[in-house]
């Protein structure tokens, strides 16, 4: 009789997590919040700890046929502060391992660490230790964020209500749509190793895919503002896919507006060339490390002038489910087509 086999892809990536943490149980008391967040919280007196790690590999994460090496460490150490900064805390320290191929020189792996130390210096954290390790198949980056925040200004994805209101930072969909430049032009470099790549009228785009920027200046504008979002996720997976995530943790429902989606204009304009279609770019574009968070209504008047903060709609009550209202005024239903990781 066969063994039984569950193909990883049947899961999901979150159906694997999910499987991976029903049998753990969190016997200390200072572990506040385990598996199921941006990031872990940990007990530290006066404020908490949060902790959160995150893998990047070579041929998954990123292509070095397109990517520079100081792009490639700056980007390890952002999104790891983009999950620090989801759980409106601030980073204070972290951890880098990477495992190399014989193929780098000593050369590659100072270039790989200046981007490092230039995110370290941008996001005022600090490089405490790691580990290297050889490696078969080109290169890992491992990096682990520490940060810390009051305990009641922590942001957990459950705490949206029914009638908070929805918003965004930034502009969204440009890091999908900036990859998918890099990969057309690549193409077209290996069919003819004479044509020069034509990124000119694209550096928004390709920047948001090659050296994305977490949030930190939200986090520290909400605190001036004294607003603690009650619910945010940092929009890595693609914005109907987080908006389902804060959905399913605080047991609400959705409504989003298409005409409140940003969107920047190189992003929509290059969409179109590609044919695709913008909007669909916006809520299915991962990558993006924008921020996504809900806020009381009692806040709105706190926020309503921040040039980069927008309105995107309100939580509703669970049996209402997630609609997204286009601009004809017809509401369909939300779908969640996020990156997959299996």
């Known amino acids: ?75 390890a150490v952002a999104v790891n502060v983009s999950d620090v900064a989801a759980m409106n805390a601030i980073p204070k320290q972290i951890t880098v ?10 050369e590659a792996v100072d270039a790989l660490y200046s981007g490092i130390r230039a995110a370290c210096e941008h996001y005022g954290v600090d490089l405490i230790g790691g580990d290297t390790t050889a490696s078969r198949s080109g290169l890992v ?26 918003c965004a930072t930034g502009d969204l969909g440009a890091a999908l749509v900036g990859l998918q430049i890099l990969e057309r032009e690549k193409q077209v470099f290996l069919a003819n190793p004479d044509m020069r790549p034509d990124l000119e009228k694209y550096t928004i785009v390709t920047g948001r895919q090659l050296r994305p920027d977490a949030r930190m200046d939200i986090i520290h504008e909400l ?3 004294g607003v603690v979002p009650t619910s945010m996720m940092d929009i890595s997976d693609g914005l109907a896919s ?7 943790a605080s047991n609400v429902g959705a409504t989003i507006y298409e005409d409140k989606l940003p969107i920047d204009k190189q992003t929509f304009d290059t969409a179109v060339e590609l044919n695709l279609d913008p909007i669909t770019c916006v809520l299915n574009g991962g990558e993006d490390y924008e921020l996504l ?3 009381d209504q ?18 509703t009550k669970p049996e209402e489910g997630k609609f997204l209202v286009t601009k004809s005024g017809t509401a369909v239903p939300l779908k969640a087509q996020g990156w997959k990781h299996f």
């Open 1 to 75: 009789m066969s063994e039984k086999r569950t193909e990883i892809g049947d899961l999901g990536e979150f159906g694997l997590i999910d499987h991976l943490s029903e049998k753990i149980e969190i016997k200390n008391n200072s572990s506040l919040k385990g598996i199921g967040d941006d990031a872990a919280v940990i007990e530290g007196g006066d404020h908490v700890k949060v902790v959160t790690t995150d893998l990047l590999l070579e041929g998954v994460h990123f292509d070095l046929s397109y990517a520079p090496l100081p792009h490639v460490g700056f980007k």
């Open 97 to 106: 391992s990477i495992a190399l191929s014989n193929r780098f020189s000593v």
């Open 141 to 166: 980056i491992s990096v682990t964020a520490i940060g810390e925040a009051k305990k009641e200004e922590i942001s957990y994805r459950n705490g949206a209500k029914v009638n908070d209101i929805l």
């Open 223 to 225: 605190k001036e503002a």
């Open 242 to 248: 987080e908006i389902f995530h804060i959905c399913k």
């Open 293 to 295: 968070f809900t806020i």
């Open 298 to 315: 009692k806040d709105f008047s706190k926020l309503e002038k921040h040039p980069d903060i927008h309105f995107i709609g309100h939580m």
